[in-house]
């Protein structure tokens, strides 16, 4: 039975919590560097996990969420696929998107009408194949939803980001959640909630600047 046990933990898709080298499903995945080396330092793969769910957790919009990830998705957007925004609060000012080097040429910009939709939306342009990785806002989403982007991002091959109210409290399959501290002109303070391969703890990005993005009026979602 030992030498079972020890066989079936051999295998190179089984993940041991307390081994950062070795990731599950995570494992051979490509990774994004996020363009912030304090925290590709800390995250195994140096990077955003790629063909995978990573959620944002902030306590309110324009806190730093969007400029936290603009160095992967420029990189991303010069890829050939698409980057989608799936159910944005507000509307994404062009000219700021366009000076952290976004292409925008490759951005698609979704707003369904009402929250399944919303989720139905996401899921669709996770699997699709075609979009290098999805952004999307949803107003709620239980553990079930979860796991399904989950596994349309691992089936299209897509960075999924979900921003989210820091509130959420359910269990989550996410490869990675992040949750947004203070953020000043100089610095924002991360918390690593949930890494394949790498415990909790808090991380500090230094030269940090929320201003370049700026967004426009709001956009209302229908329950």
Not at 38 to 66: C, K, N, Q, W
Not at 74 to 85: E, H, K, N
Not at 155 to 161: C, I, P, R, T
Request: charged share 20%; hydrophobic share 45%.
């Amino acid at each position: 039975m030992k030498e079972a046990i020890h066989e079936l933990l051999d295998q190179p898709g089984i993940w041991r919590a307390n081994d950062p080298q070795r990731g599950g499903s995570d494992a051979a995945l490509d990774h994004i560097p996020s363009g912030f080396a304090a925290l590709d330092r800390v995250l195994p793969g140096g990077g955003f996990p790629g063909s995978a769910l990573t959620e944002i957790l902030h306590e309110g919009h324009g806190v730093g969420e969007l400029r936290l990830v603009m160095p992967a998705l420029a990189r991303l957007s010069r890829s050939g696929r698409w980057i989608a925004m799936i159910a944005p609060p507000f509307v994404p000012y062009a000219p700021a998107l366009a000076a952290q080097g976004i292409d925008l040429s490759r951005l698609l910009i979704v707003h369904p009408g009402d929250q399944p939709q919303a989720l139905w939306s996401i899921e669709q342009a996770l699997r699709s194949g075609t979009c290098a990785a999805v952004l999307a806002w949803p107003s709620r989403c239980d553990d079930r939803s979860l796991r399904r982007l989950q596994l349309a991002a691992e089936s299209g091959d897509s960075l999924a980001l979900l921003f989210r109210d820091a509130a959420a409290q359910e269990r989550s399959p996410a490869a990675l959640r992040l949750a947004l501290g203070e953020s000043s002109a100089q610095q924002l303070n991360l918390r690593v909630l949930k890494c394949r391969g790498t415990p909790p703890g808090s991380v500090a990005l230094d030269s940090w600047s929320t201003a370049p993005v700026r967004t426009q009026q709001p956009l209302p979602l229908e329950d």
